[in-house]
C-alpha cells in the first residue's frame, strides 16, 4: 500500500528517486502563506453551509495557525514524500489535530487550490512591485528637479543631436516606469478572480459558497468557468511580460548609467557603495550593480520564455506539466523587486557632474538646427538654411573650432542673413529653452511634466 496521500489505489510506493525529483516543496514552500490563508477560509466557508461542524473549521483554524508559527520559526520539516506545499500542510494538520484535518479536503481539489494561491501570491507580489516602482519613480523625480537646467547632449545614434538637460532625460525614464506600473496595475485586475470553489475541474456536488470565500480571500470576482479557473495560467504570463518589460527598461537605464560613468562621458559617478574594485588594477571603480542588473535581465526573458513554452498546446483541464509555472514567477518577482531596489538606492546615491556634460554638450554642434532655424526667421526656406549650415559645419570641422566661435564677418561670406543676434541665438541654454512644442526638453515643459508626475505621486 503507498503511504501518499492519494495512495488509496496504489499496491505499491513510488520510486524514490522519482517522488523524489517531481516533488515541488523544494520551491513552492514559499506559497505556504497564502496556502494556509485559502484553507483558513475553505474550513469556515465548509462550516458555514454544514458541511463540516463548526467544532471541526475551529480544529482546523487553530491547527493551520499552528503550523503557520512554526514555519515562520523554522520549525517546519517540508518531505518531499508529501510533494508540495498543500500535502505537506495537510499531512501535518491531520497529524496535529487527527479526524479534523482529514475533512479539510472536502469540495476542494489541489487544482483550485494551487491556482487560488498563485493567484494571491501574484496579487501580493504586484502590490510589491508597484510600490517599488513608485519609489523608483519619486527619486527619477527628484533628480529631474535638480536639473531641469543641467546641459547635456542628447544622442541619436549615439551621435551628438541636440542639447537636452538632464531634467528632461530623467523625466523620459518616468515616463517608462509609470507606464510598467500601469501595466501591473492592470494585470491585476484580472489576476483579481477567485478559482476556488472550481474542484478538479467541473464544479462540486456540495453546496457550497464561493462569493463567501472571495470576499473572505478578498477577491474582487469568481471565476466564471471552472475549467478555465484550474487550467489557466495567463496571467502569470502577463505577470512575467510586464517584469520583462520593466527589465528592460532598467536595462536601458543601467547602460546608460554604464556609459556615463566612464572617463569618455565622466557624466556621473556611482557611490562606493554600489561599486567595487578591481583585484589587479589599482585605479578601478566598476559600475558593477549597473552591469549585474543589465545582466539579470536575460533571466527574466527566459522566465517569460519558460512559461509559454510550457502553456503551449496544453490540453485542458489541469496537467503536472503546469507545475512548472512556479519557479519562472518566483525567479522573476524576486529579481524585478531586487533590482528595482538596488537600482532606486543606486540611482538616488549617484553623484551627477553638470560642468562635464555642458562641455561635452559644447561639442558636436549640437546648436546647427538652432542656427538653421536662425536662418529660416530671416525668411531663408529651410532646406537651404540646412545647407547653409552644413558648409559652416564642415569649415568648423577644418578650423576645430564651434559655430559660436566663426566671427559675424566669416558667417556672413555663407549667408548675408546673418547678423549679431546669432550668437545668442545659438547659446545651448537659449536653444533648449527655446523648444515650443508641449513635451520638449525647454525648463517650462519639464517643469511642467515634473508638476504633473508629483501630483499622480501623491
Ligand atoms: N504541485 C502541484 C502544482 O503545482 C499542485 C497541483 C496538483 N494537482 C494534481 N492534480 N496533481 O501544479
Avoid at 583585484?279 to 512559461?307: C, H, T, W
Amino acid at each position: 500500500m503507498s503511504k501518499k496521500l492519494w495512495g488509496g489505489r496504489f499496491s505499491k510506493d513510488m520510486d524514490a528517486f522519482v517522488s523524489e525529483w517531481a516533488a515541488s516543496v523544494g520551491y513552492d514552500y514559499v506559497l505556504y502563506r497564502d496556502d494556509i490563508t485559502g484553507s483558513i477560509a475553505h474550513a469556515k466557508m465548509l462550516a458555514k453551509q454544514g458541511i463540516i461542524t463548526e467544532e471541526d473549521a475551529q480544529n482546523i483554524e487553530a491547527g493551520l495557525n499552528e503550523i503557520l508559527a512554526d514555519i515562520e520559526d523554522g520549525k517546519m520539516e517540508w518531505s518531499a514524500d508529501n510533494e508540495d506545499v498543500h500535502m505537506n500542510i495537510e499531512a501535518l494538520l491531520t497529524e496535529k489535530i487527527g479526524e479534523a484535518g482529514k475533512r479539510l479536503h472536502t469540495a476542494r481539489s489541489r487544482n483550485d487550490q494551487v491556482a487560488t494561491d498563485i493567484r494571491l501570491f501574484t496579487k501580493n507580489e504586484i502590490l510589491e512591485v508597484a510600490r517599488l516602482l513608485a519609489s523608483l519613480r519619486r527619486t527619477v523625480v527628484n533628480i529631474a528637479k535638480d536639473h531641469t537646467l543641467t546641459i547635456m547632449p542628447g544622442y541619436t545614434h549615439m551621435q551628438h543631436a541636440q542639447p537636452v538637460s538632464l531634467g528632461f532625460h530623467m523625466m523620459a525614464y518616468y515616463q517608462m516606469f509609470t507606464r510598467d506600473a500601469d501595466r501591473f496595475w492592470d494585470i491585476y485586475k484580472r489576476v483579481d478572480f477567485l478559482p476556488l470553489g472550481s474542484g478538479a475541474m467541473s464544479g462540486t456536488t456540495y453546496d457550497t459558497d464561493r462569493q463567501f470565500l472571495a470576499d473572505e480571500l478578498g477577491f474582487a470576482h469568481l471565476c466564471v468557468n471552472a475549467m478555465d479557473a484550474v487550467s489557466d495560467r495567463d496571467f502569470i504570463i502577463e505577470f512575467l511580460s510586464a517584469s520583462s518589460i520593466t527589465m528592460m527598461h532598467l536595462s536601458r537605464f543601467c547602460e546608460e548609467l554604464i556609459l556615463w560613468s566612464s572617463s569618455e562621458f565622466g557624466f556621473v559617478e556611482m557611490d562606493d557603495s554600489f561599486s567595487t574594485g578591481s583585484s589587479i588594477m589599482p585605479q578601478k571603480k566598476n559600475p558593477d550593480m549597473a552591469e549585474l542588473i543589465r545582466g539579470k535581465v536575460g533571466r527574466v526573458y527566459g522566465d517569460l520564455f519558460s512559461l509559454l513554452t510550457t502553456m503551449k498546446s496544453l490540453p485542458l483541464a489541469y496537467n503536472k506539466d503546469m507545475q512548472e509555472d512556479k519557479e519562472p514567477l518566483f525567479d522573476a518577482s524576486n529579481t524585478v523587486q531586487s533590482c528595482l531596489k538596488v537600482f532606486t538606492d543606486m540611482l538616488a546615491s549617484a553623484r551627477w557632474k553638470p560642468a562635464n556634460m555642458q562641455q561635452m554638450a559644447e561639442r558636436g554642434f549640437m546648436n546647427a538646427t538652432d542656427a538653421a532655424d536662425y536662418l529660416v526667421t530671416k525668411g531663408l526656406p529651410f532646406r537651404e538654411a540646412h545647407a547653409v549650415i552644413g558648409k559652416i559645419v564642415a569649415y568648423c570641422v577644418d578650423e576645430k573650432i564651434n559655430i559660436e566661435d566663426v566671427p559675424l564677418g566669416k558667417l556672413q561670406e555663407f549667408s548675408e542673413l546673418f547678423d549679431n543676434d546669432i550668437f545668442e541665438k545659438i547659446d545651448l541654454t537659449y536653444c533648449m529653452n527655446a523648444k515650443l512644442s508641449k513635451g520638449s526638453t525647454a525648463r517650462k515643459e519639464v517643469e511642467l511634466q515634473i508638476l504633473a508626475a508629483e501630483n499622480d505621486l501623491d
